[in-house]
Nanobody, 123 residues
Framework: QEPLVESGGGLVQPGGSLRLSCAAS????????IAWFRQAPEREREAVSCISRSDDSRDFADSVEGRFTISRDNGKNTVYLQMNSLKPEDTAVYYCAAGIYPCTASAGAYDYWGQGTQVTVSS
């Protein structure tokens, strides 16, 4: 079984909302920071948001502040990314990643990655 599995992506109109989920297994979820990254076609992977094992969250992408909210449920080994007021420029494959260190925008600091879920914002 994959250590991280994303779900909840899809096609949504501009201004709409989606909630992504990242389900974890095979490691001590509560000990890890969990981040969301995204990668649009022909662009580098970008850190979006992260939540630490102590439930502190931070946004790495200025463009999502006030629109995206990250949360975690340690009882369900799951992290969520609530995305509101979606824009066409949010279109990307969204990945979750788990790392033992505090939240960072550096992809290399994360030990586990999911396969990604596609988010498309279009009318």
């Amino acid at each position: 079984q994959e250590p991280l599995v994303e779900s909840g992506g899809g096609l949504v109109q501009p201004g709409g909302s989606l909630r992504l989920s990242c389900a974890a297994s095979g490691f001590t979820f509560g000990h890890y920071s969990i981040a969301w990254f995204r990668q649009a076609p022909e662009r580098e992977r970008e850190a979006v948001s992260c939540i630490s094992r102590s439930d502190d969250s931070r946004d790495f992408a200025d463009s999502v502040e006030g629109r995206f909210t990250i949360s975690r449920d340690n009882g369900k080994n799951t992290v969520y990314l609530q995305m509101n007021s979606l824009k066409p420029e949010d279109t990307a494959v969204y990945y979750c990643a788990a790392g033992i260190y505090p939240c960072t925008a550096s992809a290399g600091a994360y030990d586990y990655w999911g396969q990604g879920t596609q988010v498309t914002v279009s009318s």
